[in-house]
Nanobody, 124 residues
Framework: QVQLVESGGGLVQAGGSLRLSCAAS????????LGWFRQAPGKEREFVTA????????VFADSVKGRFTITRDNAKNTIYLQMNSLKPEDTAVYFC?????????????????WGQGTQVTVSS
């Protein structure tokens, strides 16, 4: 069982930066693939990025590639999403998710545990 709690969301102007954190409980945190998804009003939840258990592999959605960075600190049971050059279209609720599998998937169905989400609003 893994519990995930996101933090760090807020309101930022276009071009600005935010760093989201996701703190996890559970002794096997280091064995999970972890990802970030987002959901804008009226839209489906979409993949943003994910990181392998070792941190050696990362995958990004094309829409955030080059602007967002994902890292993990297994000693602190925490992952981070650094978001730079934010755009109004990045506005959404951002969710942290954990997958017990080894491979990185972009679909929500592969992820076993989810956080409650944190709101990110980018003003133009």
């Amino acid at each position: 069982q893994v519990q995930l709690v996101e933090s760090g969301g807020g309101l930022v102007q276009a071009g600005g930066s935010l760093r989201l954190s996701c703190a996890a409980s559970g002794r096997t945190f280091s064995m999970y693939t972890l990802g970030w998804f987002r959901q804008a009003p009226g839209k489906e939840r979409e993949f943003v990025t994910a990181i392998s258990w070792s941190g050696g592999t990362t995958v990004f959605a094309d829409s955030v590639k080059g602007r967002f960075t994902i890292t993990r600190d297994n000693a602190k049971n925490t992952i981070y999403l650094q978001m730079n050059s934010l755009k109004p279209e990045d506005t959404a609720v951002y969710f942290c998710a954990a997958d017990q599998g080894v491979l990185i998937y972009r679909t929500t169905s592969h992820y076993d545990y989810w956080g409650q989400g944190t709101q990110v609003t980018v003003s133009s």
